[in-house]
C-alpha cells in the first residue's frame, strides 16, 4: 500500500514551489523509511524544478540532502533499525552489476537513479525528493549519521556539498605537504575548505570578492587570493598539487590551470548551465597538467565522509528555514544572499 505524505514542489518550470500530496510505497523486504527532519537546498534543486535541466518531470519534488529518523525497515534490512538517525544524498537506486556498482562508485553507473526526476516504478514513475516529511529507500543507499542530534540540521548539506567536494580531496590525495585551492567560497567551497582543512593540506582559497576574505580565512583556509588580482594569482604559479573549481558558472580555465605545479590537478565540480571557454592546451601539455571532472561521491565514500566529518566535528554553515520560505531562499541563493546553504525545516511541511 503506498501512503500519502505532504510535500512541496512545482507543477511547471515557470510556476513557484507550493505544497502538494505525494505518495510513497510501503517499505519493501530491503528498504529503510525514513521520517525526513531537515532536507538541504542545493542549486541543482533551482535547475531542476526550473527545466533549466533538460528532462524535468512535473510535478518536481526537489531535495537530495535528507536527514531524518528511521521508522520502519523491512524484513531483510539488516543495517537499520526504527530510531535510527541516517541521511540519504543524491543517489537511491543504481544497476548494482556494473563494475561502477561493484566498486562503490554507484554515482558513475549508467543506471543511477537519482533521488528526484529519476525513473521508477513508484508513482507517478520518477522519484521525488527530500521537500517531503517521508521517504523510502533500499538499504544499500541509506547512510548513518553519527554527529550529535543537535547538529542534524547542519548536517545535511554535506550529502551533496559535503561528499562533493570530499570525493575529490581524497581521490587526488589531498593532505599533509599538499598545496590545495578551493575556487569559490559557496555552498561547494565553504566545504571545501574545511574538509581540505581538516585533512591536513596547505588551503588556499579563492574568490572574486575581497569582502569573503575574513569568511574564508574562518573557515580553514590558510591563505585567501582574490581572482582578479593578477599580481596575486602570479604569486602562486606552479605551485599547486590540486585545485577543487567550485564555481558554477562558465569562466576563464587557463588563469587556474596556470597555478598548477608539474602533475597537478584541477577538478571541475561545478555544473555550469553554457560551457566554459576552452582551455589553451599548452597550459598542460607542457606540465602534464590534468584538467578533470567529479560527480558527488559513491555510497561507501558518502558514509566515509560522514564519518571523517563526525569525527573531527564538521558540518556545514547554515540557514535554516520553513517550507513556505523555499521561494524566497532560492531568488535569494541566485542572488549569492546565503552563508552558506539553506536547509529546510520539514515539519513545517504539515502547515
Not at 16 to 34: F, K, N, S, Y
Not at 73 to 88: M, N, Q, R, S
Not at 321 to 344: P, T
Amino acid at each position: 500500500m503506498t501512503q500519502t505524505v505532504k510535500a512541496y514542489g512545482a507543477h511547471a518550470g515557470d510556476r513557484p514551489l507550493e505544497p502538494m500530496d505525494i505518495t510513497r510505497r510501503a517499505p519493501g523486504a530491503h528498504d529503510v523509511q525514513i521520517e525526513i527532519a531537515y532536507c538541504g537546498i542545493c542549486h541543482s534543486d533551482l535547475h531542476q524544478v526550473r527545466a533549466e535541466w533538460h528532462g524535468t518531470h512535473f510535478p518536481c519534488v526537489p531535495g537530495h540532502e535528507i536527514v531524518g529518523r528511521v521508522s520502519a525497515v523491512g524484513a531483510e534490512v539488516t543495517g537499520f533499525a526504527a530510531g535510527d538517525l541516517v541521511g540519504v544524498g543524491c543517489i537511491v537506486d543504481s544497476c548494482r552489476h556494473c563494475d561502477d556498482c561493484a566498486d562503490g562508485l554507484e554515482n558513475y553507473c549508467h543506471g543511477m537513479v537519482g533521488t528526484y526526476n529519476g525513473k521508477t516504478a513508484d508513482a507517478p514513475g520518477w522519484t521525488l525528493g527530500g521537500y517531503s516529511q517521508r521517504i523510502v529507500v533500499h538499504q544499500r543507499y541509506v547512510l548513518r549519521i553519527r554527529h550529535p542530534e543537535a547538529q542534524l540540521a547542519a548536517v545535511a548539506p554535506l550529502l551533496c556539498a559535503g561528499i562533493t567536494t570530499w570525493s575529490p580531496l581524497r581521490h587526488w590525495h589531498a593532505g599533509p605537504g599538499r598545496k590545495v585551492g578551493i575556487v569559490g567560497i559557496g555552498g561547494l567551497g565553504h566545504m571545501g575548505i574545511k574538509l581540505a582543512h581538516a585533512l591536513g593540506a596547505r588551503v588556499v582559497a579563492f574568490t572574486t570578492s575581497e569582502s569573503k576574505r575574513e569568511a574564508a580565512l574562518a573557515l580553514g583556509a590558510d591563505e585567501v587570493v582574490v581572482s582578479r588580482d593578477r599580481d596575486a594569482m602570479a604569486a602562486h604559479a606552479g605551485s599547486f598539487d590540486l585545485i577543487v573549481n567550485t564555481v558554477a558558472a562558465p569562466h576563464d580555465l587557463d588563469a587556474f590551470l596556470a597555478l598548477l605545479r608539474r602533475d597537478g590537478a584541477m577538478v571541475l565540480v561545478g555544473a555550469p548551465a553554457t560551457p566554459h571557454p576552452s582551455p589553451n592546451v599548452f597550459n598542460l601539455i607542457t606540465q602534464r597538467r590534468t584538467l578533470a571532472g567529479s560527480m558527488i561521491g559513491g555510497i561507501p565514500e558518502t558514509q566515509e565522509m560522514l564519518d571523517f566529518c563526525a569525527e573531527h566535528n564538521i558540518v556545514a554553515d547554515i540557514e535554516l528555514i520553513a517550507a513556505d520560505g523555499i521561494n524566497a531562499a532560492y531568488e535569494r541563493m541566485l542572488a549569492g544572499d546565503v552563508k552558506y546553504r539553506f536547509v529546510i525545516d520539514n515539519a513545517t511541511l504539515a502547515g
